[in-house]
């Protein structure tokens, strides 16, 4: 750049006019010298007095200290520069930087994203339908003080990276409302959440049909990470709740059943004689189990007692099986086998209550008289001691709504890629667990050293304690004193004070 030619070439110590003149052409210094001296003829006996005029400008652009009202380049010079170098306008300097007609210098052009005007398009009321696999999010719901993202708030970091909702200090305004909440690690395959966005038409216009609006679901698609995805989009009727409005909602939770290995190996060597394998799960006393959940029943003792948002611990079960699903099986008889439940509603951890209780019978350790007895208030008023299983094999399967309320639409394009991208998912789990059985069957043929400390081949290894011989926690009448105390308490205070 010329600039740049002009500092280094002034910053010279010594500069004398044939060096000058090398480095500078005699057009550009005539240029230059009839901006600073407006008026004036230039003769090659201007040179020492241009030369002194050009370091100042070289010091005052190292400096960066320009005036914010110079004129700009395309406006004419009338005022007659004076003898003090700090005179030199940001007009001199743009003389000095185009005057190089060889070489044209590129201008970059800075970019400014314009705020987008909502209020040009109508608004439209939906219902969203969507899929997740949350075992690396920290739940649905969104949580601020949680390490981990949820599904929810990648959610509306897409619908507002789309431009289909703006920002707003509160949810309200979108008429938002969620499903159902699942919990960190819980997977889903048809939650339903409602809100009002951005629609195609344009302020003051009819909506348009469905398949004439903007595809919402491969819009968003597109910006989702690929384990968050929506399958469909319906129209909702303006008092439409997607939790309030749902008839009801299925769950399945999955448990792998493996039989015990036969003394004979099948040449792979699945297991060890001297392991100790899972028992396999009795479906049948399982069954058995899970029809004594149907029904309307106080469910206090299958869940995580929450007397601050739940008012009653009554809830209906349309439908609960235990079946094998016999399309999933691997290596050394591994089977899956999924717990059904249909219900209107459900209680904090409800369904990974039972679950746990389910394989307790499966793997023999309770009988299937046991959920009859916890749904026993009169006879379990308070709920035994146990963990919950796990959330990972955890799924909510669906949410049903009348048709009055919802119907759905799916274009055929968003959903090919959808089960397209969840069949690359679905391969790269076969593949690591194709990898993992080998292992397994590998270090199954290895000759293993029986330990000489017997005590170490069964460390680790719980013996199971019957529920009705557990500890207790606190029954719900004693939780629920103990927080009316608690609120007492701190109404008092505030009357104090």
Not at 256 to 275: F, H, K, L, R, V
Not at 411 to 418: D, F, L, T
Request: proline content about 5%; overall charge positive.
């Amino acid at each position: 750049m010329i600039t740049s030619l002009l500092k280094s070439t002034l910053k010279h110590p010594i500069l004398t006019e044939n060096q000058f003149l090398r480095k500078m052409t005699q057009d550009i210094c005539r240029k230059i010298y009839s901006i600073i001296n407006p008026g004036h003829s230039f003769a090659p006996a201007c040179l020492p007095e241009l030369s002194r005029r050009l370091r100042a400008l070289a010091d005052v652009i190292d400096s960066g200290s320009f005036s914010a009202a110079d004129p700009p380049p395309n406006q004419a010079t009338t005022t007659t520069t004076t003898t003090t170098t700090t005179s030199l306008t940001a007009a001199t300097v743009a003389a000095i930087t185009t005057t190089d007609q060889t070489k044209p210098q590129k201008i970059t052009k800075i970019k400014v994203r314009r705020e987008f005007d909502f209020s040009r398009f109508e608004n439209r009321y939906i219902a969203l339908e969507l899929l997740y696999l949350g075992h690396d999010y920290g739940g649905f719901a969104r949580q601020d003080d949680h390490p981990l993202e949820t599904i929810e708030s990648e959610l509306f970091a897409a619908l507002h990276k789309t431009r289909l909702i703006p920002q707003a200090e509160s949810w309200k305004e979108y008429k938002y409302s969620r499903g159902g909440r699942t919990d960190k690690g819980v997977s889903a395959l048809s939650q339903v959440i409602a809100l009002k966005v951005r629609s195609s038409a344009r302020a003051g216009e009819a909506l348009p049909l469905q398949d004439k609006e903007i595809n919402y679901p491969w819009m968003l698609n597109r910006v989702l990470p690929k384990d968050i995805r929506v399958t469909g989009w319906s129209d909702a009727p303006p008092d439409f709740s997607a939790r309030f409005s749902a008839k009801h909602r299925e769950y399945l939770y999955f448990f792998i059943d493996q039989p015990p290995p036969s003394s004979s190996s099948d040449g792979g060597g699945e297991a060890s004689s001297s392991s100790a394998p899972p028992q396999q799960l009795n479906i049948e006393a399982m069954q058995q189990a899970a029809s004594y959940f149907i029904g309307n029943h106080d469910f206090r003792n299958f869940c995580k007692i929450d007397i601050t948002n739940a008012k009653s611990w009554t809830r209906v079960i349309m439908d609960c099986d235990v079946f094998p699903v016999s399309h999933c099986t691997w290596g050394a008889g591994r089977q899956l086998v999924a717990f059904r439940v249909k219900g209107t509603a459900f209680l904090y951890h409800q369904v990974r209550c039972m679950a746990a209780i389910l394989f307790m019978v499966g793997k023999g350790y309770e009988d299937s008289s046991i959920v009859q007895q916890l749904l026993d208030i009169k006879q379990t008023p308070q709920k035994p001691m146990y963990a919950y299983a796990s959330e990972e094999p955890l799924l909510l399967h669906g949410c049903s709504y009348d048709v009055d309320h919802l119907q759905w639409y799916r274009p055929g394009s968003n959903h090919k890629i959808v089960r397209e991208k969840l069949e690359e998912m679905l391969q790269s789990h076969l593949i690591r667990a194709g990898i993992l059985d080998a292992i397994q069957k590998r270090l199954g043929g290895d000759e293993v050293v029986e330990d000489e400390d017997k005590k170490t081949s069964v460390r680790g290894v719980s013996v199971h304690v019957k529920l009705e011989a557990r500890q207790v926690e606190q029954s719900l009448e004693e939780r629920l004193a103990k927080h009316q105390k608690v609120l007492d308490e701190n109404g008092r205070v505030k009357l104090m004070n």
